[in-house]
Nanobody, 132 residues
Framework: QVQLVESGGGSVQAGGSLRLSCAASGYIYSGDCMGWFRQAPGKEREGVATIYRGVGYSYYVEYAESVKGRFTISRDSAEYTVYLQMSSLKPEDTALYYC??????????????????????WGQGTQVTVSS
């Protein structure tokens, strides 16, 4: 059984930065997906970023359009911790951020980590609040 624990949330002013961390206990295969999702009050959960390691040490990432150029997802070499570096934060980034993990999903004949998938394992979430 995999457990995920997020940390690093907090309150910042618009334009500020935060770094979220997600530590996994239990076995995570390097080719599995790890990612970040968020849910704002009154809104549906949305995918923010996902990452997996492909052949060799090539990492494949996917970002929501709303965070491209501002957020960076990364994964440590041991594959058990995933990070989300968030910069140029906006009030609309305010949400409860969740870490998720699970096997890749078949998408048009290839195994990927789509933002829309419902992964097997989820953390409890860490709150990010951005004030204007």
């Amino acid at each position: 059984q995999v457990q995920l624990v997020e940390s690093g949330g907090g309150s910042v002013q618009a334009g500020g930065s935060l770094r979220l961390s997600c530590a996994a206990s239990g076995y995570i295969y390097s080719g599995d997906c790890m990612g970040w999702f968020r849910q704002a009050p009154g809104k549906e959960r949305e995918g923010v970023a996902t990452i997996y390691r492909g052949v060799g040490y090539s990492y494949y990432v996917e970002y929501a359009e709303s965070v491209k150029g501002r957020f960076t997802i990364s994964r440590d070499s041991a594959e058990y911790t995933v990070y989300l570096q968030m910069s140029s934060l906006k009030p609309e980034d305010t949400a409860l951020y969740y870490c998720a993990a699970g096997p890749r999903v078949a998408v048009t004949g290839a195994l990927k980590c789509p933002l829309q998938a419902n992964y097997n394992y989820w953390g409890q979430g860490t709150q990010v609040t951005v004030s204007s």
